[in-house]
C-alpha cells in the first residue's frame, strides 16, 4: 500500500474516534473548556442583547477606520477598486443595478458589528478591541449618514439606530406555503421529444427590446456634456468675513476631507491640493498640484471658487464637474456644506 492511501485511511480514522462518544470511549481528547466555547461563539444576537460590553466614537472609529479598514474600503467607506462599497447606494435596490451597503441594504446593525468583530480586518481577523469594533460600526454609520459625528456607539445605544432597509426582508416560508404544492415529479421519459423555437417574443416592458448591439454601440460617438463652468470674471482678493462658530463646525465636517486635503499653514499637497486661500480662487491654480484635464479646463473657462460654485461641487463633485479626480461622494446635508464653507473661508484669509 502506498503512503496516501494510508494517510488517508490514519485520517478517516482520526475524524471518526474525534467524536465526543468514541473520544471518551477510547480515551481520546477532553470537554472543551468554557473559555475556548466562548472563544469560538462569537455570534451577536440580531437584537444585540448579547453583545458585548465597550464603546466607540465616530471620531476614534474613524482613526480605527483609516488605519485597519481604508486600503481596502475607502478612507470614506466609498470602497476601493473592486473591494466591497460600504456606504452609498441610498433607495437604489428598486433600480436595475443597486448598490448594496450597510446603509442601503443590510437589515441589522448587529450583522455589521458581527462580521467586523469575527471576520476583520482581512488577513487579521479578531485582532480588534471591541472598542475598536464599535468604533468602526459607529464610523460605518456615519459614512452613510444615519447618525451625526458626535454619536458614540455601545450596547446601550445600539438599539438606538434602525437600518433603512430593516423591513426589505421577510421570513422564509416556502417549506409551508410552497413546497407541499411540488408533488408531482417526472421519474423517467420527462424530456419533451422536441422542442423547436419558431419566434421571439418581446414582453412589455422590456429593457432589453430594440437595444443596439455591443459593436453598435462601441461604435457609436460618445456624447460629451460640457462640465458647467462660473462666467469669467475679475477675482479682486480681499480679507473675507467669516462666522466663527460655524467655522468650528466646518472643522469636524472636514474631517471626512482630510484624508485627501490639508489647510493650515504647514499643509502640503496630497492626494488632492491644499485649500488654503482656496476662497475666490480661480479653478486648478493651486501651486505645485497635477489637477485633472476637466479641472484645468474648468479653470481656463473661469470657474471661481465661491459660496455657489463650491457648494454644487461640494454637494456632489464627479456630477458637478465631470471626469475630474475626486473620489468623495459628496456632503449630503446642506448644514454640512454651508459649515465647511465657513472653514474653508476661515482659511483664505
Known amino acids: 500500500m502506498s503512503k496516501f492511501p494510508k494517510l488517508l485511511m490514519a485520517t478517516a480514522i482520526a475524524t471518526l474516534t474525534a467524536t465526543p462518544v468514541l473520544a471518551e470511549k477510547y480515551g481520546l481528547g477532553r470537554t472543551a473548556t468554557q473559555d475556548e466555547i466562548a472563544a469560538w461563539d462569537l455570534d451577536i444576537f440580531p437584537d444585540g442583547s448579547n453583545l458585548p460590553e465597550g464603546s466607540g466614537s465616530v471620531e476614534v472609529g474613524e482613526e480605527v477606520f483609516v488605519d485597519n ?191 485627501c486635503h490639508k489647510v493650515g499653514e504647514k499643509a502640503k499637497n496630497g492626494t488632492g491640493p491644499i485649500l488654503n486661500g482656496i476662497w475666490g480662487r480661480a479653478a486648478a491654480t493651486g501651486e505645485g498640484f497635477k489637477y485633472s484635464p476637466a479641472m484645468l479646463a474648468a479653470g481656463d473657462g473661469g470657474l471661481v471658487w465661491d459660496e455657489e460654485t463650491l457648494s454644487g461641487y461640494l454637494a456632489n463633485p464627479r456630477k458637478y464637474l465631470k471626469g475630474n479626480k475626486m473620489s468623495f461622494s459628496g456632503l449630503k446635508k446642506e448644514a454640512d456644506i454651508e459649515a465647511v464653507l465657513e472653514f474653508l473661508k476661515s482659511n483664505s484669509q
Open 69 to 259: 479598514c481604508a486600503v481596502c474600503h475607502g478612507d470614506f467607506a466609498e470602497g476601493v477598486d473592486n473591494w466591497p462599497k460600504l456606504s452609498g447606494g441610498a433607495d437604489t435596490l428598486a433600480n436595475e443595478d443597486p448598490l448594496k451597503t450597510v446603509g442601503s441594504y443590510w437589515p441589522y446593525l448587529s450583522t455589521t458589528f458581527d462580521y467586523v468583530r469575527r471576520s476583520m480586518p482581512f488577513g487579521s481577523a479578531q485582532t480588534l478591541s471591541d472598542d475598536d469594533v464599535y468604533g468602526i460600526v459607529a464610523y460605518i454609520l456615519y459614512s452613510n449618514d444615519l447618525v451625526e459625528d458626535d454619536f458614540v456607539l455601545s450596547k446601550e445605544t445600539f438599539t438606538s439606530v434602525e437600518l433603512p432597509n430593516a423591513a426589505g426582508f421577510i421570513v422564509d416560508d416556502r417549506a409551508a406555503t410552497e413546497y407541499g404544492s411540488f408533488t408531482n415529479r417526472c421519474m423517467s421519459d420527462c424530456k419533451p421529444a422536441a422542442v423547436s423555437i419558431t419566434k421571439t417574443v418581446v414582453f412589455p416592458g422590456d429593457p432589453n427590446a430594440g437595444a443596439e448591439s455591443s459593436e453598435t454601440q462601441a461604435a457609436a460617438p460618445a456624447v460629451v456634456k460640457e462640465a458647467p463652468v462660473a462666467e469669467a470674471a475679475e477675482v479682486v482678493l480681499a480679507a473675507v468675513t467669516f462666522n466663527e462658530e460655524l467655522a468650528a463646525k466646518g472643522a469636524k465636517v472636514f474631517k471626512k476631507c482630510k484624508a
